[in-house]
């Protein structure tokens, strides 16, 4: 199918905000969302040399969903799709389209099932759910571990009535097609750390290939619990510079030493373009293709010199039909460790010879997992708009061997002027998971 998918709708919550506008102005102005841990809710009893995360506020996390949705959905889900479901109204809301089904859903305790009123919407496209997800509900599955193995009274030895549907991830994807009523495929994605980018291709071949005449779709993630700090740290792929604070997260430095946790989501309304234009909707950018490919290499290291990451990126290009002067900007995948920094740029230089301008969120966000490159995503059809992206922070000593472009300022500079202007999102997983993502402005 030739006939464009275009983005209608954006929803944002990072450590640094609720909403896509509070997001893009503080990253804009180059703020961090890196802090250290408050030990009183990171008690863990073992040895930990990390004590920096970007935490999503939970305070405001839970007041905000129990004004967003009925009390059967966020009764009976976890924190980690409590995200979800407000970015997804989010961008719905953005899209012009509506939000929670009259009388979703029926109560935990049983009833009648929801009225199917936006059953894939008031124009008959069927409305597919694709969702990325790396760490699961760690919070909440640790803290139910925790009850079942030391609570001080036998009688409290137990887990939650609940227990089953918080930690099974597929409910992401499940809360979110009963609170629209989208009948569509729904499914939850792991690919690990490049999730929410495999979930947006996912959708790009469903519209494509008319499964589905609309999708929302993204990525969520609460990664900061004990076990999966503890679990990223003996690995030896954080960052130890407790020291450094909101500094300590360094794409593409020769300072860098790993990357710091964080937490957030972000979904995207796709639609073919003829959908959108039917109803007026404002087309805000294109999803003009994407790739995603495996290393099948190694568990946690990529090819040698980033030639399973190039391959991704010129397939994406292909699949985009895009050249690679038409690249005006690349949000990187960019964690700050020593090997993926420098396989990622040998790959940028080799795919990108005329260099563009390169952003790495993960300095200002930490690294969302699940969530980053869909968070990416979002921030790159965002700034299409305006010809802007994130600035480049803590990149003061380059590496050598990293010979990236940096964002300096929010206004890009012109690159492949003349030619039509395309942005990258990279995202490479633990397991050799990669993704590569094409943006363009919309008509």
Known sequence: MSEPVVITGLGLITSLGFGLQENWERLSAGESGIALLDPVRFPV????????????????LAERIRAAVPRAIWNTSADVCHLWLLVALEALAMAGLPGAA??????????SPPPQRAADSADGERVGIFVG?????????????????????????DVSRMAVPKYM?????GQLSILIGA?????????ACSSGATALVLALDALRLGRVGRAVVGGADLPLAGAVLKGFANLGALSVRNDLGAAASRPFDTARDGFVLGEGAACLVLERAGTARARGARQLARLAGGAAASEAYHLLSPRDH?????????????????????????????????????????????????????SATKALLGHTIGAAGAIDAVLAAFGLVAGQAVPCRNLDAPDPECAVRPARNVNLEAVGAGGPAAYLVNSFAFGGHNVTLVLTPGP
Request: charged share 25%.
């Open 102 to 111: 009259e009388g979703a859903s029926p109560s935990a305790a049983g009833g």
């Open 169 to 173: 991830m597929s409910s992401l994807a």
């Open 306 to 358: 980033g030639e399973a990451m190039a391959e991704c990126m010129r397939a994406a290009l292909r699949d985009a039909d895009a050249r690679p002067e038409d690249v005006r900007h690349v949000y990187a995948h960019g964690t700050g460790t020593r090997v993926n920094d420098r396989c990622e740029a040998e790959a940028l230089a080799a795919v990108l010879p005329g260099r563009p301008t390169v």
């Open 133 to 157: 997800n790396g760490a699961g509900a760690a919070t909440f599955t640790e803290q139910e571990y925790a009850n079942v193995y030391t609570a001080e009274k036998a009688h409290l030895r």
């Open 183 to 191: 009948r569509g495929p729904a499914v939850t994605v792991n690919t």
């Open 45 to 60: 009893p073992f040895q930990l040399p990390v004590r920096l995360g970007a935490m999503v506020p939970r305070d405001r």
